[in-house]
């Protein structure tokens, strides 16, 4: 059964580094979407994309985020500069139109020390 | 602005007795309610929602416009369905943001 896939699945970083988290979606997906979780909070959405671009996005998701399909398998985010509350769980998640299942990746434990 | 309410952090019940995890929202126009559930070392999957109508592994779930709620049914828990269960809400219209809950984590005791 395909799945989304997740890499690295724990990533440690300096505060201040930048960090990028990668994500191979199911392949005749259309739709993709990243959300994040901190320790012991909701499981809070960042971004969703479409047609190689942004369709929503959250207040969360500032600039110091960004995302990028930079071929026809990765999808990526980028946090710039990361922080200390930038530390959670990140997951992918992709569908494949808006009407369907989200199907989520096992995720990025994201700790910035 | 949408909220999705779980109340319970934990329920424990034993081996086949019934199920009812508590979801309530808000949100001021005609959402889509989802339950996600993730099992230990796994990841989070749908469930059901509400506008399938159907009954997956023994579950389901009515939307109550009324009382704005979704709460989740089982009538006899079985040890498998020990696992963090979240109630999820997405304002439809073209929209798939999903807005969660905190998650209940169920125990079923053997």
């Known amino acids: 059964e395909p799945e989304v896939t997740q890499t690295p699945s724990h990533q440690v970083t300096q505060m201040g580094q930048e960090v990028i988290l990668r994500c191979v979606p199911i392949s005749n997906h259309l739709y993709f979407y990243w959300y994040r979780q901190i320790l012991g909070q909701k499981v809070e959405f960042l971004v969703s994309?479409?047609?190689?671009?942004?369709?929503?996005k959250s207040e969360i998701f500032d600039d110091q985020f960004s995302v990028e399909r930079p071929d026809g398998s990765n999808f990526t985010l980028k946090i710039r500069s990361t922080k200390l509350e930038d530390s959670a769980m990140y997951f992918c998640?992709?569908?494949?139109?808006?009407?369907?299942?989200?199907?989520f990746g096992q995720g990025t434990r994201l700790t910035v020390v | 602005a949408q909220r999705v309410t779980q109340p319970e952090k934990l329920l424990s019940v034993f081996k086949g007795a019934p199920v009812e995890l508590k979801c309530n929202y808000s949100y001021s126009g005609s959402p889509e309610l989802f339950w996600y559930v993730q099992y230990s070392r796994q990841r989070l999957q749908l469930l059901l929602r509400?506008?399938s109508r159907e009954s997956i592994k023994g579950f389901t779930a009515d939307l109550n416009k009324g009382e704005t709620s979704f709460h989740l049914k089982k009538p006899f828990a079985q040890e498998e369905d020990s696992a963090m269960y979240y109630c999820a809400l997405s304002a439809g219209a073209g929209s798939y943001q999903l807005t969660f809950g905190k998650g209940t984590k169920l125990s079923v005791i053997p």
């Open positions: 994309f479409y047609n190689n671009e942004i369709s929503e």
């Open positions: 998640a992709s569908s494949r139109s808006l009407n369907t299942e989200a199907f």
């Open positions: 509400h506008i």
